[in-house]
């Protein structure tokens, strides 16, 4: 049974930071692109970042370049995504997807996700 647990979430004021984690089991996490999406109220959800399993390829979304950086642990099956100089606009709940870049409807795996608040 696959299971995916994101943690780091908060509040923080902007301008601060915020260390999400997402660990997984009952996969072979090397063998998966692995990523994060949010999705505000009232929005859909969107890719945030994505490291794709051929060739390590990092993509991120316009909107966070610059400021969030995406790693990968495989020895310890976790996923980060560091999120620095956050903003009002970043405030959503943060879902760890596993097994598809940046198309939400092929995503296989997904976390419950963790919610990030950002305050003006």
């Known amino acids: 049974q696959v299971q995916v647990v994101e943690s780091g979430g908060g509040l923080v004021q902007a301008g601060g930071s915020l260390r999400l984690s997402c660990t997984a089991s009952?996969?072979?996490?090397?063998?998966?692109?692995v990523g994060w999406f949010r999705q505000a109220p009232g929005k859909e959800r969107e890719g945030v970042s994505c490291?794709?399993?051929?060739?390590?390829?990092?993509d991120y979304a316009d909107s966070v370049k610059g400021r969030f950086t995406i790693s990968r642990d495989n020895a310890k099956n976790t996923l980060y995504l560091q999120m620095n100089t956050l903003k009002p606009e970043d405030t959503a709940m943060y879902y760890c997807?596993?097994?598809?870049?940046?198309?939400?409807?092929?995503?296989?795996?997904w976390g419950k996700g963790t919610q990030v608040t950002v305050s003006s």
């Open positions: 997807a596993i097994g598809f870049c940046w198309n939400r409807n092929s995503v296989p795996y």
């Open positions: 009952g996969l072979t996490f090397r063998e998966y692109s």
């Open positions: 490291i794709r399993v051929i060739g390590g390829v990092i």
